[in-house]
């Protein structure tokens, strides 16, 4: 199979994936949408709106560490993307007020954050 033709098939297999994550989305199944979009990811890591979709699902389940990351790497791959900076807008703004001490977050090593003083 020449190298275009596998491309092809694979980036159709990842917006298959796509709109299989979009759908459970819509149904509130943010895990196998998590999922779906994570099959994407896997297929064709170079397409923003699968990390920013994915980050949104980590979105409604409150999981702000992976809401991060999704959006840092939407963000490479595309900087002007507006639903990126929303995201990392929102991602930004939690951490502002854990560290201020306005909301509970716990560290990586499960500590709570120092607020301000």
């Not at 099959?39 to 409150?62: D, F, G, S």
Request: charged residues 20%; hydrophobic residues 40%; aromatic residues 6%.
């Amino acid at each position: 199979m020449a190298p275009t033709v596998a491309s092809s098939a694979v980036a159709k297999q990842a917006e298959l994936r796509k709109q299989e994550g979009n759908n459970c989305f819509k149904k509130g199944r943010f895990g196998a949408a998590i999922d779906a979009y994570t099959e994407a990811i896997a297929l064709c890591p170079n397409v923003p709106i699968y990390w920013t979709n994915r980050a949104l699902c980590h979105r409604n389940r409150n999981d702000w560490k992976k809401v991060e990351e999704d959006c840092r790497t939407a963000v490479q791959l595309d900087h002007n993307s507006v639903k990126v900076g929303r995201l990392s807008q929102i991602s930004v703004f939690l951490d502002f007020l854990g560290i201020c001490g306005l909301i509970s977050i716990t560290t990586e090593i499960g500590g709570p954050l120092q607020g301000c003083s």
